[in-house]
C-alpha cells in the first residue's frame, strides 16, 4: 500500500510525527511511505530508511505574494509523487489539506474539532478526534494509527528505537573535534522561533557557570539568535557552535551527553535519538514533549491552555538557573 503523509511544519511537529513510522512499518512491513515537508525541514526526514521517499515542497513562499505559476510548480511536484491508496494529513490545516487533496483521493484527517483550521476537515474523506491535551508525539501517532488500523500505544513509543539518521560528511568530521573524550558534553539550544519559548541569555550563562566543569556547546540558528549566544559565550565557559546543516544538527545531538533547550525543534531531537534532555517550557505546556526517565520537562509553574498558546506569556524568564542545573546535574549522573 502506497501512503502519502502530509506534515509541513514545524520542527518539532515533524519530528514528533516522525515516531510513528517505526511501528507502522513493524505492523506493515509492505507499506510504502511517501512524506511531503516544507523544503527547508526535508533534512530532518532524510536517510530515514522507513521512508520510501521525501517531496519537498514550497508553499511558505505564499505566505507574503502570490503567483499562479509558481503555485503550479508547487501541484506538479505533488502530481509528480504519484497516486497513492492513502493520504494523511496530519497537519490540519487548510494548506496541508489542500495538497492532500491533490495527492489522492482517499484522505485521511482530524476532525473539526481536533484540527488546527476546523475547516480543513471538510476536505477529508474520514475524519478522527484526537485530544490536544495528549503529549505530542501520541497525538500524532493516533491520528496515524487509526487511518492504518495498527496499534501505536504511549508505551510503545516511550520504548522505541532512535529514528533520526544523518550521514556522516565532512562537516560532521569537522564538528566532532569540539567534543570531548574527557568531559561530559552539554548541548544547549538558546533559542526559539517564539520569544515566549526562549530562556534569557543571561540565564542560560549563569546556568552555564553552574555546569562549567563539563564541555558546554551552543547551538543557534539566525543571526539574530548568533549574537544572543555569544552574550551566554562571553558570560561563561560555553563554546558556540558554527552554524550547521540539518544532516550535521543531527549528529551533534547524538554526540552529547544532554541537551538544554526550550520547547523548539532542536531541543526535541534529543527524546527522538534516546539522548537525555531538559526542555523548558513557560508560554506551552509539556505535554509538547513525551517525559522519560532521561527526557524531563521543568515549567514556569504558569497555568497553560494544552491547546491554545498564548505567544505572549514570558513566564519561562522565572525559571530559575539552580533548579535547572540541580536538575541537569541529576541527569547527568
Known sequence: MRV????????????????????????KPDTEITWFVEEKFAGILQHNPDIAKVVPVNLHRFK????????????????EAGEFDMVIDVQGLIKSAFLARIAGKNVIGLDYASAKEGVASFMYSRR???????????????????ALETEISKEMLLHKDPYLYFKKDSECEELSGWFSNMKKNILIVTAASNESKTYPPE????????????????????????????????????????????????????????????????????WAMNRPSLLLFGSTPRSMMMETPINIAVTSGAKVHPCRFDKKDRSIRSIEPAKVASQALGLLS
Open 4 to 27: 502519502a503523509i502530509v506534515r509541513l511544519t514545524a520542527m518539532g511537529d515533524i519530528i514528533h510525527t516522525l515516531a510513528a513510522l517505526q511501528f507502522v512499518k513493524k505492523a
Open 64 to 79: 507574503n505574494s502570490f503567483s499562479l505559476p509558481a503555485l503550479k510548480e508547487e501541484f506538479a511536484k505533488v502530481k
Open 128 to 146: 478522527f478526534a484526537v485530544d490536544c491535551a495528549q503529549t505530542a508525539p501520541y497525538r500524532f501517532a493516533s491520528l496515524i494509527s487509526k
Open 203 to 270: 540565564k542560560f550563562a549563569e546556568v552555564a557557570k553552574r555546569l562549567e566543569s563539563n564541555n558546554i556547546l551552543l547551538i543557534a540558528g539566525n543571526d539574530k539568535e548568533r549574537e544572543s549566544a555569544k552574550k551566554i559565550e562571553r558570560s561563561s565557559g560555553a563554546k558556540l557552535l558554527p552554524s550547521m546543516s540539518l544532516n550535521a544538527l543531527k549528529y551533534v545531538v547524538s554526540r552529547c551527553d544532554l541537551l538544554i533547550g526550550g520547547d523548539t525543534g532542536p531541543s526535541h531531537m534529543a
